[in-house]
């Protein structure tokens, strides 16, 4: 079973930044795809961005140019870095990884990140 641990999260005032980390428990080069979901209270998980083999990034429209997702396949670990941040961003951050062979998504427990006016 594949585990993947967030952290990085936590409380920063508006215009911060935060890097989010996501380490995984096997070969990231295994999955097809690997990203980063959020979860804002009474609101459905959002894609916030994805990277995709051969290295194809993609970012919901509320985080362009101000999130960056990265990969260091030596640590099996994939980042969010998360700038200028707005009180819209608060939410509960997941990480997903997705192997197409196994057909199957796998979710991070998710970490906190709380942006105040």
């Known amino acids: 079973q594949v585990q993947l641990v967030e952290s990085g999260g936590g409380l920063v005032q508006t215009g911060g930044s935060l890097r989010l980390s996501c380490a995984a428990s096997?070969?990231?080069?295994?999955?097809?795809?690997m990203g980063w979901y959020r979860q804002a209270p009474g609101k459905q998980r959002e894609l916030v961005a994805t990277?995709?083999?051969?290295?194809?990034?993609n970012y919901a429209d509320s985080v362009k140019g101000r999130f960056t997702i990265s990969r260091n396949n030596a640590k099996n670990t994939v980042y969010l870095q998360m700038n200028s941040l707005k009180p819209e961003d608060t939410a509960v951050y997941y990480c997903?990884?997705?192997?197409?062979?196994?057909?199957?998504?796998?979710w991070g427990q998710g970490t906190q990140v709380t942006v105040s006016s």
């Open positions: 096997r070969s990231i080069v295994s999955f097809n795809r």
């Open positions: 997903n990884a997705f192997n197409v062979f196994e057909n199957k998504d796998y």
């Open positions: 990277l995709s083999s051969p290295g194809y990034t």
